[in-house]
């Protein structure tokens, strides 16, 4: 997990729509373009391409149901970061 945490960390700047999609899906869930489009504000445009660099990346995975899930669990990504900046 801290190896994916890594790549993660060093690939995605805060400010990027991937990183937001990211952290949005460790908090929520798994959720549908939609559902993160609608409740970050973010336009369908810039999620949908969000989601599938980071499908390919291995950073989430899709679902069966047409949902992305984070590969990394809410607690793990907040514990990784105060970990590492302290």
Known sequence: MVELMDR???DLSPGTSQ???MVFLS???PSSPSVISDETGMPSG???PSLRNLL???YVKQLEDGNYKSNIP????ISY???TTK
Do not use: D, S
């Open 8 to 10: 993660i960390i060093n």
């Open 19 to 21: 990183f937001k999609v």
């Open 27 to 29: 908090f929520r869930g």
């Open 46 to 48: 810039t999620v949908r």
């Open 56 to 58: 390919e990346k291995g």
């Open 74 to 77: 809410f607690t793990e990504f």
């Open 81 to 83: 970061l105060y970990t």
